[in-house]
Nanobody
Framework: QVQLVESGGGLVQAGGSLRLSCAASGRTFSSYTMGWFRQAPGKEREFVAAITRNGATTYYADSVKGRFTISRDNSQNTGHLQMNSLKPEDTAVYYC????????????????WGQGTQVTVSS
C-alpha cells in the first residue's frame, strides 16, 4: 500500500504556470509507476501524464504535450507536474496516481490515488 498527497494547486491566469507535487508514503516511491489525471466538472477523469519508475520514459496526453512536464525525485519519494502556458480548459481537480509496473495500459490502470488538488485557470 502507498499513500499519495497532492499539493500546489491554486488559481492562475491563462498563460501562467503552476507546479504540482505528489508526496508518497508507505513504500519507496521508486517501486511505482506514477501518473497524473484530472477531472473537470461534468467531465470524465482523463489521463494527463505518466512516468516510469526510473524516470526513463514519460507519456503525455495530446492536450498537454509541450506545456506540461512530469518528473520524479525518488530520493524524496516525490513526483511533480510542471504546468506551463495554462489554459482555462486545464481547470480541473488534479490527481496523483501510482501502480506497480505491469502489462497494463499506463494511461488508465492505476491502483493508488491521492485526494486531488484544485487547479483553476482564469481568462
Amino acid at each position: 500500500q502507498v499513500q499519495l498527497v497532492e499539493s500546489g494547486g491554486g488559481l492562475v491566469q491563462a498563460g501562467g504556470s503552476l507546479r504540482l507535487s505528489c508526496a508518497a508514503s508507505g513504500r519507496t516511491f521508486s517501486s511505482y509507476t506514477m501518473g497524473w489525471f484530472r477531472q473537470a466538472p461534468g467531465k470524465e477523469r482523463e489521463f494527463v501524464a505518466a512516468i516510469t519508475r526510473n524516470g526513463a520514459t514519460t507519456y503525455y496526453a495530446d492536450s498537454v504535450k509541450g506545456r506540461f512536464t512530469i518528473s520524479r525525485d525518488n530520493s524524496q519519494n516525490t513526483g511533480h507536474l510542471q504546468m506551463n502556458s495554462l489554459k482555462p480548459e486545464d481547470t480541473a481537480v488534479y490527481y496523483c496516481a501510482a501502480r506497480s509496473p505491469a502489462l497494463r495500459n499506463i494511461r488508465t490502470s492505476y491502483d493508488y490515488w491521492g485526494q486531488g488538488t484544485q487547479v483553476t485557470v482564469s481568462s
